[in-house]
Structure formats: structure tokens, C-alpha cells
């Protein structure tokens, strides 16, 4: 039986106008006082002390600036009414964008799966001719370690 | 644009401001909305009722001035034209099909003016919402009860002091008049954002937060939000979780049927003679249409 819920949030967050496909400059932690400082401006104190007490920022992507949120059950509201607030990340504008919202992580996981595979075939139907032929060399020149062996499994 | 028979259901957000800020064009924005998963926008423009020029006016101008036949051409009835306003609409990726970019009007007016010039425009016509904006108690009376438009809106930084009652939010409500809550300006922190919470919370207040749609009114892309995130941002506003889903979908929607009600369609009036038993053909009972337009125009 499940006790703690939680909900996990897919977020966007792009910069804004041509700097689309910019790689963004960011890491968990940045996100997690962003988001903190958002919920302070829109909750206040007592909407920090709720979505904070099972806040996690579980997995962030710089090329395809994606964020997992975790967030407790009873607080996602309060953190998803403040999120469209946000507007700056260590001073970067970003506009954020909920993508999805789940309320386990192995679902998220297939979403966030899904959605880079598309922004992975996009990335790769605009990259140039060159870079693509380099890419694909450099793919096929990878030597895959046997798992088997450098985890020291049975049967090898 | 044929809304009659397009299947318009997904995501709306009516009020996109056709004057966008200096470093982005209203095509940015259309694209950027595209790209969030809204089918259908209204770029909007706003014109002040009691600061146009009326055509009468005009008229006395050019017969002053002994106009030139290009003048004469030029002579519009003082409403902004909406074949100013260019785009190409951007294609939506999940369904692959154009968005619909429908085309708004909103007049800000204080309720003294002549408003049965807003029925005589030939320019205010040709768009296809109309939305109005009272700044004052007597011009809002006015619109929630009388006035054929689609939407109204209130501006959060001169709303003081004059009251929306319950008696004329329902009168609104069956006329199907929606009012319209913008969040744009609430995205940046201070008193701004008060103001416009307070409005909102105040209006939802007292319409029971029925009746309410919630648009952007964005001014340049950044200020867009997500059709999935805006009913969240409805909730702060005071709306209930299935209100606030409404104020983006289905009640959108109904704005936009409404707008074609009012705007597309014309009376009919057919009468029925008793057989005299002289004349037998179908037609010889029924005089002509009086006023009819058709709704595929």
C-alpha cells in the first residue's frame, strides 16, 4: 500500500526567443532554489515549508533542458500554480512548461524517454551534413564493454 | 475563417496583443504558441471607443479639405482595420494542422459615447471577436446587459471602485458574455501582480468563478504559458479545478460559437399566408429574407 504520494513533474525550462536551442547552463541544485524562491514569491512561508518537505530535483538535462520534479502529493498544487511564475534561473530568462505529470517515477521515465528520442531526431534532422557523417562515425567506432564481465557476473 | 464547420476543440488563448514589444513580431509569438499546443489565438487589438475619431467628423474634415478620390477610399468609419494586421499561421506540431489565429477587437469605454456605432462598423465586422473593456460602473452595466459583444474584460490597474454584481455577472452569463482574466502582467513580482490577483480573486469573487475565461494578453513570447499550465494559474485566480480547465477549453470554445452567432449569422423571417386557393405555387406565401447572410461568408 502506497503511504507517501508524490507527484514528479516533467519540466521545461527554455530560454527564451532565438537562444532556443541554447545549452543551458544549470545543475539540480540551481533548480531547486529557483523553484523555491518562485513558490516563496507566490506562497510564501507557508508554501515553501509544504513543498519543500519532499522537494527532490531528481534528474536534470542541459541540451534538452529538462527537469524531474519530485513534489509530495498534498503540495503539487501550491507548486504547480507557482511554476508558470517562473522567470529567471541564475539570472538566465527561461520560460518554463510543464511537459508532464505523473504520479510515479517509471512513468515519468517513459515520458522523459520518449521525449528525448524526439528531441534526439529532431537535433539530428537539423544538424549539417558533416557533423552528422562525423556523429554517425564516431557511433559506430564504439567498442561496448561486456557487462557481464566488468560487473564480475557468473558464466563469463 | 469557416469556424462553423472546422471541428475547433483543443486549447485557446484569446488575447494575444498584436502590438508586441520592440525586440520580438507578433510572428514569434504565433509560433512560440504553435510550438505550446494551443489550436486556436486571437491576436487582439485595442482601440479607445471614446478617443476615435467619428465618421461624421471625418467626413466634415474631407469636405473641407475638397478630398482627392484616394482620400475617399481611405475614409473608414474610425475602428482599426484588421487587414492591418499580418501573419502566416504557424502549423501546430501534435496535430499537424495550421492554428487558428482568429482576429479581436477590444474598445475601452466609459458608457457615454454613442455605442450603436459599435453595430453600425463595417470595419468591426470583419474581425472576429469583439471584446470591450468598461472602465467604468455605468459602462459596465451597459455591457453586461445590453451590448452584443463576446467578452469582457477588465483592465486590472483601473479596476477600483466600481462593482460587478451578482445579478448582472448572471445576466452575462446567460447572454453568454464570458469574462476575460489576462495573466501577463502578473509574471513579473510586485504590486503589479497584486493587483491583478486581487482583480481576479475579486471578479471570481463574485461571478462564482463561472463564466470566466483566462487568456494571455502576452506582449512577447516569454510571456506565454502552456495550456496545461494556465488552468493552474486559473486556480490561483480563485477559479475551481474544472473552471479553471474550462477557461481554456470548452468555455473558450463557446466564446468563439458565440462570436460566430453574433457576428456571421443574420435574421430570417419567413410568414405564412392562408391558401386563397387562387395562386398554388410554394413560394407565392413566403416573402423574401429580410436580412440574410450566410454563415460560410
Redesign the interface.
Known sequence: MVRLKHRYFVLELAP??EKAHARLVVNEDAIYRAVLEVVD??HGDYGVATVRSRLIVKYCNAVTRVALLRVSHAAH?LL??A???M?SLEGQ?I????LY?GATIMHCFRFLKRHQESHLEEMWASADPHRRHQMREAIMALKLPNIAETRGLPGV | MDVVTEDISGFFDLNISSSTQSDTTLQNVLDRAAMLGYNTVAVNVTADLDKLETVTSKKKKMRKAAPSAEEAAALTDGFPDPGAITFTAPVCPRTGRRMRVLKRVTLEFTGQGDLSRIGRSTNLKKFDLLAVQPTTQAAFNVACQTLSVDIICVDPASFRGFMLNRKLAGLAARRGVVIELVYAPALSAGSVRRQLLLTALTLTNITIGKNMIVSSGATHEHQLRGPHDVPYVAELMGLSPAAAKASVSTLAKSTVIHAVGRNRTGFCMAQLLPDSGESRSGSAGVTPAKKRKTAAC
Open positions: 527564451p526567443g514569491q507566490i498544487r504547480a500554480s511554476l508558470p511564475f522567470t530568462p520560460t518554463p512548461r510543464t505529470m
